[in-house]
């Protein structure tokens, strides 16, 4: 998983190749086959490996000791860190468009950001820091829309914005809005 994970960080998951995979492991392309029938069961398996990392990872946000607030921005701002969010966009992006029968998992980590949020937004009501004039379903969709349209790669170029630039902005936009007090 290792190795193919950073042949696809580098090549992107139509370039990279099974070839490299091997040479990467020292093994023959064959003992690859062995575990992995093609390469895109290879990217089925890749993808649901850092799929399983990052809902552990937002499950495990609500866990911790830091407070609401900073846990919903947790969530909302997380990607796998190591990783470069513009590269990783890119190949988001292409992993979308060239297999989208794999791409269609990553659903399941917006389902569990969703259901984080959702607690968390409750939390915040309960505790009285959340205006209680608050729709929770509204904001929940705001925010996750907000996600989806923020990373879309013409928004990004044509805004002359980083991944982390954006969502810092909708990060101050949403949760402290626009009005000054």
Do not use: C
């Not at 029968?101 to 259901?115: A, D, F, G, M, P």
Request: glycine letters at 2%; charged letters at 30%.
């Amino acid at each position: 998983m290792q190795s193919a994970s950073s042949q696809i960080e580098k090549y992107g998951f139509r370039k990279f190749t099974i070839d490299n995979i091997a040479s990467d492991l020292s093994i023959s392309k064959k003992t690859v086959y062995k575990y992995f029938t093609s390469k895109k069961t290879l990217i089925d398996a890749v993808v649901d490996y850092h799929l399983e990392i990052l809902s552990n990872y937002v499950k495990n946000i609500t866990n911790n000791q830091r407070s609401w607030l900073e846990k919903l921005e947790d969530i909302f701002f997380s990607y796998i860190p190591k990783y470069d969010p513009e590269r990783l966009l890119e190949h988001m992006k292409e992993l979308k468009l060239y297999f989208p029968e794999v791409w269609e998992k990553t659903e399941r980590v917006k389902i569990i950001k969703r259901e984080q949020v959702r607690k968390l937004i409750y939390t915040g009501l309960q505790n009285g820091d959340v205006s209680p004039d608050l729709n929770p379903a509204v904001a929940i969709l705001v925010f996750e829309r907000t996600m989806d349209a923020v990373l879309e790669e013409g928004f990004l170029t044509e805004n002359n914005l980083t991944p982390k630039q954006a969502m810092e902005a909708v990060k101050d936009t949403l949760l402290y809005g626009i009005l000054r007090r």
